[in-house]
């Protein structure tokens, strides 16, 4: 019998949408006011969710204290209240969107994890706008 267990979480962090790669006008004509040399901030809000069978012994698909704690090591400890594109190396060359974001944690958590468990990963950039992602 398989189950999805899922833990929400939060993190605020400042980005800027842009290329190295192009021109100013370019990327202003693409990413308009998210290109903001001087970058601008949103909070964040996570959905990590868990897939797998529930163990006949404890009930559990994953003891949601542990994913409290990874969740805690390799997201909030490392993007809350950073600049992604100055602060966290894994957007030096890459556009810190909504889905990057969202790949950038799943492989980061996913090695955490035993390999039976599935994850996916759901990320509000804005309340109305959010992506997800689970590996495929
Ligand atoms: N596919 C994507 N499109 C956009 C992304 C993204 O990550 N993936 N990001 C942005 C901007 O960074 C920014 O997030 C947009 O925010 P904002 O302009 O505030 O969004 P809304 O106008 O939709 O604000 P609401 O409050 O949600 O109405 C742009 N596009
Ligand atoms: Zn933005």
Avoid: Q
Avoid at 49 to 55: F, K, N, V
Avoid at 75 to 96: A, Q
Avoid at 120 to 133: A, D, G, K, S
């Amino acid at each position: 019998m398989k189950a999805t267990v899922s833990r929400k979480a939060h993190f605020n962090a400042a980005h800027r949408l842009y290329r190295k790669d192009w021109s100013f006008e370019k990327n202003d004509a693409v990413f308009g006011k998210c290109n903001n040399p001087n970058f601008h901030g949103h909070n964040y809000e996570l959905i990590v969710s868990i897939t797998g069978e529930i163990d006949k012994e404890t009930g559990y698909v994953i003891d949601i204290k542990i994913l409290k704690d990874i969740i805690k090591t390799e997201v909030e400890d490392i993007f809350d209240h950073k600049n992604l594109n100055v602060e966290v190396p894994e957007f030096k060359d890459l556009n810190p969107t909504a889905e990057n974001i969202a790949v950038v944690i799943y492989n980061k958590i996913k090695p955490k994890l035993a390999s039976y468990l599935e994850l996916e990963i759901t990320l509000f950039e804005t309340p109305r706008n959010f992506v997800t992602y689970s590996g495929k």
